[in-house]
């Protein structure tokens, strides 16, 4: 290997974290990490960039999962999910010392006093109490209707900001909470049905969508327009339908975009006529009611959204075109 002792000044190496470094001998922009010997090393042509780098890793190995998560001396990350966001500490309910061995009667009773007070200083403010059990409820709530971590995490962080707006005041926790989950899942395009959302919450729906567009208003948030292809996954994995019948569907609603059809409809109502029509023309027929109740519509929507697109897009649904 070549080496280039003292091409870097110190500046430059500051600058080499925040910007792409490039070889000065062939210009490339590939840059291997060696952490065993502390060098950067080019890609390209093999030139030493820079030496004697600091190693800001652990000093312990591991080599399973489970040693690594022992020898780790960090805690979990901050989550906005916990009521705390995982930052408050806890004593163990275990009676023994930092060796193992048990703690004597008086020194138990005064850890036990601890612990007592240290569970109520956790949640000491209505605040606290307020986001103990609004977290508590999105758990719950997030559990049943199978939401990923990411959008929990984006609903408890609306949350809080209702809370620092007082929007919470005077209102359920449980239909502020669906609403915040219901609008996180808008907001990163996993969109549920404001039904499934409100009877999984146990909340009116009306009462649902009024919170819902309190937090339109008063938080500032962009919500992006419902686009019926959102939901033809779950609906066509929930009626056990083909890939090829979901790409059809994709298509057929493509095609009703250009056409201008979505404009004024209901999203769901849309994306079910446009499954029963790609069920069809692929020969995988499913009734409008097994439809309809997936699509969580009435069969009289699926029936008008279904006549609209083959009127339109002149569509022979009755022939396969497999």
Not at 205 to 221: A, F, I, M, P, W
Request: hydrophobic letters at 35%; proline letters at 3%; glycine letters at 4%.
């Amino acid at each position: 290997m070549k080496s280039a002792h003292g091409y870097s000044t110190e500046k430059e190496d500051s600058l080499e974290t925040t910007e792409k470094t490039v070889c000065p001998e062939c210009g490339s922009t590939s840059v291997v990490e060696d952490l065993t010997r502390g060098e950067r090393v080019c890609g390209g042509c093999g030139l030493v960039l820079s030496d004697h780098h600091i190693d800001s890793g652990a000093e312990w190995r591991a080599f399973s999962a489970e040693e690594a998560e022992a020898r780790s001396r960090v805690g979990a990350p901050m989550r906005y999910t916990v009521h705390d966001k995982g930052l408050s500490t806890v004593i163990d309910w275990r009676d023994r010392d930092t060796s193992g061995r048990k703690l004597s009667p008086r020194r138990r009773s005064e850890i036990y006093r601890l612990r007592k007070w240290q569970i109520r200083s956790r949640v000491h403010s209505s605040i606290d109490r307020n986001l103990a059990q609004a977290m508590s409820e999105l758990e719950r709530l997030s559990s049943q209707l199978g939401i990923p971590k990411p959008i929990r995490e984006l609903a408890a962080l609306l949350y809080r900001k209702s809370i620092m707006k007082k929007l919470v005041r005077g209102r359920s926790i449980e239909a502020m909470v669906a609403a915040t989950l219901y609008a996180a899942c808008r907001m990163r395009v996993k969109p549920r049905p404001l039904d499934e959302v409100a009877d999984a919450s146990r909340i009116d729906k009306k009462k649902l969508g009024q919170c819902y567009r309190l937090l339109l208003r008063s938080l500032d948030v962009k919500i992006p327009l419902s686009n019926p292809i959102d939901y033809i996954s779950r609906f066509a994995s929930q009626l056990d339908l083909s890939s090829p019948v979901q790409l059809r569907t994709v298509e057929i609603l493509q095609q009703s975009r250009e056409k201008g059809l979505t404009i004024g409809r209901d999203p769901l109502g849309l994306a079910a006529a446009a499954i029963y029509v790609a069920s069809i023309m692929l020969d995988e027929r499913k009734t409008q009611r097994e439809i309809a109740e997936v699509a969580r519509v009435t069969e009289v929507t699926v029936r008008n959204r279904y006549k609209e697109i083959v009127e339109v897009l002149e569509i022979d649904a009755t022939s396969s075109m497999r």
